[in-house]
T-cell receptor, first 113, second 113 residues
Framework: QKEVEQDPGPLSVPEGAIVSLNCTYSNSAFQYFMWYRQYSRKGPELLMYTYSSGNKEDGRFTAQVDKSSKYISLFIRDSQPSDSATYLCAMKGQGTNAGKSTFGDGTTLTVKP | KAGVTQTPRYLIKTRGQQVTLSCSPISGHRSVSWYQQTPGQGLQFLFE???????NKGNFPGRFSGRQFSNSRSEMNVSTLELGDSALYLCASSLSGKNTEAFFGQGTRLTVV
């Protein structure tokens, strides 16, 4: 079983929809949670970086972390065609393992005009 | 501020050859991590370097190696290339790797024929 499981998708939504992307994890040592967006033929771009349980908002994006359930989500409000990309969740621990991130397999999102 | 620079962007090599990839981190960042991305396995951690020392290592064979120089630039080397080594190789830099965000380069796409 993988340490990080991500809803596989693909996901196709109309422009303006609210998108929910989700990951679960099994390793209690994970303390930092990230969401990356990756366009085709590009490197992953960091969208959100959170430490504690709760919500963190940045513009149209909200990251939610529930450590008790080992569940994280990314919400995209008022989705745009430019949001079409693959979204990757990632997690890492502290101490000697903090330089290593473990990624989900990604969810490909298409936002249709 | 310049981002993470990876060179070359594309490489074609023959089975059995070796290859060296380069990564220049964001100025001031001292941690460099390397990842392999393939359609079947997703993003997998190779290793992390901090202050010229390997601090973390993933589950890859010894054919995969790396190093970091005093200016934080890093190289990774793959010897005796196999067809299965064809992938996008990504490096990510962060200030310290521990509780700081990681930013990715565009990657080097390696094709082994």
């Amino acid at each position: 079983q993988k340490e990080v499981e991500q809803d596989p998708g693909p996901l196709s939504v109309p422009e303006g929809a609210i998108v929910s992307l989700n990951c679960t994890y099994s390793n209690s040592a994970f303390q930092y949670f990230m969401w990356y967006r990756q366009y085709s033929r590009k490197g992953p771009e960091l969208l959100m970086y959170t430490y504690s349980s709760g919500n963190k908002e940045d513009g149209r994006f909200t990251a939610q972390v529930d450590k008790s359930s080992k569940y994280i989500s990314l919400f995209i409000r008022d989705s745009q065609p430019s949001d079409s990309a693959t979204y990757l969740c990632a997690m890492k621990g502290q101490g000697t393992n903090a330089g290593k991130s473990t990624f989900g397999d990604g969810t490909t999102l298409t936002v249709k005009p | 501020k310049a981002g993470v620079t990876q060179t070359p962007r594309y490489l074609i090599k023959t089975r059995g050859q070796q290859v060296t990839l380069s990564c220049s981190p964001i100025s001031g960042h001292r941690s460099v991590s390397w990842y392999q991305q393939t359609p079947g396995q997703g993003l997998q951690f190779l290793f992390e370097y901090f202050s010229e020392t390997q601090r973390n290592k993933g589950n890859f064979p010894g054919r995969f190696s790396g190093r970091q120089f005093s200016n934080s630039r890093s190289e990774m080397n793959v010897s005796t290339l196999e067809l299965g080594d064809s992938a996008l190789y990504l490096c990510a830099s962060s200030l310290s790797g521990k509780n700081t965000e990681a930013f990715f380069g565009q990657g080097t796409r390696l094709t082994v024929v």
